[in-house]
């Protein structure tokens, strides 16, 4: 089962922020928070992840909570072509690998 | 764009056949993994594996197979296709390194009728 808490859709206006959350209160110490996204049934995308500090990255920024029993994806300018699901999930990671469990995210629309 | 290819990107077949999904990967990457898509549920993985002549079941494997025979290609099987089966289905690959990301290829549209 997913361990993670979406809404199931947001509208964001073009060229505004977008704020995505995601609650994850059993989250623990060893595991990540992911961020994907799928548009328009193409394979999900890998957006970015963090443990418990912020992250940036030319996609987005990741904010997770001091206590990390939530987060937020943040799209700084949004654009029509960010319309999509995006996936929240967390996944334990250690020195072999284990499979990232989807649940069913929310769906973003950009609009103009 | 990670190397990844899965074919055939289309499928109509009949319930009852057997059929084949190929994916191919050009990164070495030791993780492959097989999900479907469907409406209302979200991507569900079938089998994965972590090495060659590696696999394991994932949530939704029944009358699924999965061989790798070598790094490259993963297959997925479904010996008699039912129209449950009916999916959108992805692959995906990882390095397994802690903390990288999964890259998923553009899926394999089939229709079992």
């Known amino acids: 089962d997913a361990k993670t808490t979406q809404p199931t859709s947001m509208d964001c206006a073009e060229g505004r922020a977008a704020n995505l959350p995601c609650n994850h209160s059993?989250?623990?110490?060893?595991?990540?928070v992911y961020w994907y996204r799928q548009i328009h049934s193409q394979g999900p995308q890998y957006i970015i992840h963090?443990?418990?500090n912020n992250e940036t990255n030319e996609m987005a920024s990741l904010i997770i909570t001091e206590d990390r029993k939530s987060s937020t994806l943040i799209l700084p300018h949004a654009t029509l072509r960010d319309t999509a699901v995006y996936y929240c999930?967390?996944?334990?990671?250690?020195?072999?690998?284990?499979?990232?469990?989807f649940g069913k995210g929310t769906r973003l629309s950009v609009i103009a | 764009d990670a190397g990844i290819t899965q074919s055939p990107r289309h499928k109509v077949t009949e319930t009852g056949t057997p059929v084949t999904l190929r994916c191919h990967q050009t990164e070495n990457h030791r993780y492959m993994y097989w999900y479907r898509q469907d409406p209302g549920h979200g991507l569900r993985l079938i089998h994965y594996?972590?090495?060659?002549?590696?696999?394991d079941k994932g949530e939704v494997s029944d009358g699924y197979s999965v061989s790798r025979s070598k790094t490259e290609d993963f297959l997925l099987t479904l010996e008699s296709a039912t129209s449950s089966q009916t999916s959108v289905y992805f692959c995906?690959?990882?390095?397994?390194?802690?903390?990288?990301?999964?890259?998923f290829g553009q899926g394999t549209r089939l229709t079992v009728v």
């Open positions: 995906a690959i990882s390095d397994g390194q802690g903390g990288t990301e999964a890259f």
């Open positions: 999930i967390v996944r334990v990671v250690r020195s072999g690998n284990t499979p990232l469990v």
């Open positions: 059993t989250i623990s110490g060893n595991e990540y």
């Open positions: 594996s972590y090495g060659v002549k590696d696999t």
């Open positions: 963090g443990l418990k």
